[in-house]
T-cell receptor, first 114, second 113 residues
Framework: GAVVSQHPSRVICKSGTSVKIECRSL??????MFWYRQFPKQSLMLMAT?????????EQGVEKDKFLINHASLTLSTLTVTSAHPEDSSFYIC??????????FGDGTRLSIL | DQQVKQNSPSLSVQEGRISILNCDYT??????FLWYKKYPAEGPTFLIS?????DKNEDGRFTVFLNKSAKHLSLHIVPSQPGDSAVYFC????????????FGTGTRLKVLA
């Protein structure tokens, strides 16, 4: 079946550091990928839609300069959390859809900012 | 404003019995609904879905029911197995032409052996 790979699975870093998270579709091409964020015991909240070859579409309240998204190829989207602070600590997860199929999710990245 | 709600944060069921997980939504424009299952430290895994033109979809032990007039859907798992213990999220897709999902807050199911 369709596989979405996310890397790294866990990041611990100091405040002020920028962190890049990769999302790859391993056996299909994805013109669109999605980035979510999940706080403990809460829902997966869509942050942005990553569009191959064009700018990402951000949801209301998500700072595009804070969360930089690049979708340079049909199999890779990256999310960079710039100048991360403790309040950015969260579980970040990406998804992508093979044609006419439900979204498939990566295993997520646990980001902890000290 | 939470457009997709799962009002039960947790549910415990005996092995072999039926598990019923519920989900309510507010937007009548949603046209496609899904259930995902999530284990700790893993991404959600797709379980089953239903289009708004149907009221029931069945796949093995899993059945999803949709009541559009009540804006309610439910997932039935029968018989429940210990391996079904996980967090279950319902999701709704926005208006046709978009592919964004809106998720509920999840229900933690525990199947007791």
């Amino acid at each position: 079946g369709a596989v979405v790979s996310q890397h790294p699975s866990r990041v611990i870093c100091k405040s002020g550091t920028s962190v890049k998270i990769e999302c790859r579709s391993l056996d299909f091409q994805a013109t669109t990928m999605f980035w979510y964020r999940q706080f403990p015991k809460q829902s997966l909240m869509l942050m942005a839609t990553s569009n191959e070859g064009s700018k990402a579409t951000y949801e209301q309240g998500v700072e595009k300069d804070k969360f930089l998204i690049n979708h340079a190829s049909l199999t890779l989207s990256t999310l960079t959390v710039t100048s991360a602070h403790p309040e950015d600590s969260s579980f970040y997860i990406c998804s992508a859809s093979p044609a006419n199929q439900p979204q498939h999710f990566g295993d997520g990245t646990r980001l902890s900012i000290l | 404003d939470q457009q997709v709600k799962q009002n039960s944060p947790s549910l415990s069921v005996q092995e072999g019995r039926i598990s019923i997980l519920n989900c309510d939504y507010t937007n009548s424009m949603f046209d496609y609904f899904l259930w995902y299952k999530k284990y700790p430290a893993e991404g959600p895994t797709f379980l089953i879905s239903i289009s708004s033109i149907k009221d029931k979809n069945e796949d093995g032990r899993f059945t999803v029911f949709l009541n559009k007039s009540a804006k309610h859907l439910s997932l039935h798992i029968v018989p429940s197995q210990p391996g079904d213990s996980a967090v279950y999220f319902c999701a709704a897709r926005g208006t046709s032409g978009t592919y964004k999902y809106i998720f509920g807050t999840g229900t933690r199911l525990k199947v007791l052996a």
